[in-house]
DNA sequence: CGCCGAATTGACACGGTTCAATTGAGGTGG
DNA sequence: CCACCTCAATTGAACCGTGTCAATTCGGCG
């Protein structure tokens, strides 16, 4: 067993979580999905993911990726924040970079993405659960819309931790109380939209008001459903299960 | 001639122009466009554009729809305009419904749609376009997010500004100066995240910048590019004209 | 031990909101 | 033709959420 081949089985597990928890895969298409995955690749914190490719798509095996815009005064805005399992590729808005918010590790995803468009009959599992994978991310956008645009503070922190509760939790890691928490308070404003200082001060109280605990690189959540509450997270019908 | 087809070339205008704008497209292309386009509907203002059908997709023919999500306390967020030209579907949000901000009249799409996916190389230049317009859509929603979460009030009103500019121009309706502006102040707040109150103040500066004008419907902007500049604009190259 | 980035805290400034009242512009009925 | 109603736009004043600046503490790590 190479190296690459052992970084290769631990990458498929949030994906293969992800997808499952779309629609029911089959044997050979998780097998498909383990033998089409090349390149891999470590990234270090700060750095950007996608060279000059246009139409490069890289999956994100392990740590946090963010799409982020800088504009010409240095004002940094995360559009999303991708967590292993989740694709990326170059964002059509200008000035606009997939950037390491901590170590990554990733893979190209264009040989497997390319054989299923060539031959979408062939695993008909994968082609739904990547289309409904498609729907929950343009959700998870406008929802990024209505935090910025309508929630106070308070109520936009809490609203992107029970998302990233909800997407831990589908990929796999963690359960619905707990996820690994690596980034600083400084990526979680430019998340936000908000000032590092407000940011802590906002943090603080949600760990008064026991909505999460934050210790040792994992955040808690002692009651998801009250954390999402806070954040008023409009929830749909859960994914069909597996 | 019947009535219907009378508002039926009408409509194709604006959708042919932005089309036209993204690729070449043959009289046959164009003829597709009027010939699939049925079901024609008046919406008054404040109404549902959609009804029940889940995969209902619709093209706005004149006036303004906007995608508005309602949280549970009144607060109402518009993640996005779509003006004569665009297409709206249900969005993946939930609570998330497409209303007429003004009167408007809407194409149902579906046919049209459904020929081109069933035989695409029937007509390249629609795809195409259809692709980048689907690209543009991404963009401009991307940069909503950025827009809502980095930029002053007054930066982001000018953002729109030169976005519903460019958008209208595109779509063959005013010049690069000039376009409708059939809205209340209180639907741009809620485009914006902002207080209504705010939205009037941040406009009275505008108009003493002399960045706009804003008379009898029309607004006017003397200088686009300043428009833009003041909104912190990220402006690509312009699209391949057809 | 000493360094450095991240987290935290306090004081203050400011952008934006809220409340409340006024003005202006159609539209309708008497 | 005027009176009246309503909705949009406008204005003023007070309030408050969030940003800014600056200093301090904390926590690894060499």
Redesign the pocket.
Known sequence: MTSTLKIGLQAVGPLEAKLSSFARLGADEIALIRGRLTGPQAHPARTELLDGGNDEIRLVASGWAGVSRVLADGRRQILRVALPGDFVSHPPLIDTKVVALTAVRSFDAKPLLNDLERDPASAPGMREALQRAQVDLQRDLLNQVVRLGS??????TANLLAELLRRHQRAGLGDSRRMPWP???????DIL????????????QL?RDKLIE?C?GVLAAPSPDRLAEAGMVAEGPPPRPA
């Open positions: 929630l106070t503070a308070y109520e936009r980034i600083t308070q400084e990526i979680l404003s939209g908000l000032s590092i200082v407000h940011v802590n001060r906002v943090l603080q760990r934050l040792a």
